[in-house]
């Protein structure tokens, strides 16, 4: 989850000048109850069912919030665009992160906030690199540890500057 006291606030000064929107907690569960539900081709009937009601209200949401939503107008493409790239990864959220990078819309850049030596991250880094051609927006990768330096903070300035 993310806290802006781990990024020095960055994210949170960013926005002061710039519509941030950032990935939603709700249709993270949500992909990860639908890939549970369905693991290893047994369908859990409990699951579909919380996963289901989710839906309908993640929908109603995208209705009431329209180009400013922040989730998927279709939920399901998450888990469909991933079926031949990255179809049983389950560490730290990386098929969402990945799915959510291949089907960004109606934005002009992502910021990618990484913990320094996160495997998680790694790995999305390089498989964004095999399908980099399937991603049309600008993508800045941002790590942070403990330090507080200014690094981050120019590069930001960079890419928000070049959008």
């Known amino acids: 989850m993310h806290k802006d006291y781990l990024n020095n606030n960055l994210i949170k000064r960013l926005m002061e000048n710039y ?92 910021i990618v906030v990484s913990s320094m030596y996160e495997n998680t991250a790694t790995i999305l880094k390089i498989l964004r690199e095999k399908y980099k051609e399937e991603i049309n927006i600008p993508v800045l990768d941002l790590y942070f540890d403990s330090n507080i330096n200014k690094n981050n903070e120019e590069l930001i300035e960079t890419f928000t500057t070049y959008l």
């Not at 929107?21 to 639908?34: D, R």
């Not at 069912?49 to 279709?74: G, H, M, T, W, Y």
């Not at 665009?81 to 730290?92: E, F, Q, R, T, V």
């Open 19 to 110: 519509d941030v929107v950032k990935q939603p907690f709700a249709e993270e569960l949500y992909m990860l109850y639908k890939d549970f539900s369905n693991k290893r081709n047994k369908t859990n009937k409990q699951y579909l069912k919380l996963v289901d009601e989710a839906k309908k209200i993640i929908n109603k949401a995208n209705l009431i919030l329209q180009e400013k939503s922040p989730f998927n107008k279709d939920i399901d493409s998450l888990n469909e665009i991933l079926k031949d790239k990255l179809p049983n990864y389950a560490g730290g959220s990386g098929r969402y992160r990945f799915a959510k990078l291949l089907t960004a819309e109606n934005v002009d850049g992502i």
